[in-house]
Nanobody
Framework: QVQLVESGGGLVQAGGSLRLSCAAS????????MGWYRQAPGKQRELVAT???????NYAESVKGRFTISRDNAKNTVYLQMDSLKPEDTAVYYC?????????WGQGTQVTVSS
């Protein structure tokens, strides 16, 4: 069973920074994609950023130039560096892992950006 443990959320003022981490553990033969999604109150969950095992990155237009996704393959950990945060970035952020072509979600971590 694969488990994802997220950390790093919190409250920050607009313009500030936060770094999210997500560590995967359990039996995995091959990690395909890791990434982050978010869900604001009353809205659907949306993609924030993903990164493949080969290092290819994909970002939502709304976070390009402000967020950076990275991963440590040896530790099966993915990071999301969030800079120049805006109030509209407020949401629950979920880690996403696709391993052996099966998808898993983390429990979510709250990010709140005050104006």
């Amino acid at each position: 069973q694969v488990q994802l443990v997220e950390s790093g959320g919190g409250l920050v003022q607009a313009g500030g920074s936060l770094r999210l981490s997500c560590a995967a553990s359990g039996s995995m033969y091959s990690v395909n994609v890791m990434g982050w999604y978010r869900q604001a109150p009353g809205k659907q969950r949306e993609l924030v950023a993903t990164i493949t095992g080969g290092g290819s990155r994909n970002y939502a237009e709304s976070v390009k130039g402000r967020f950076t996704i990275s991963r440590d393959n040896a530790k099966n950990t993915v990071y999301l560096q969030m800079d120049s945060l805006k109030p509209e970035d407020t949401a629950v952020y979920y880690c996403r892992l696709v391993a052996d072509f099966v998808g898993y979600w983390g429990q979510g971590t709250q990010v709140t950006v005050s104006s």
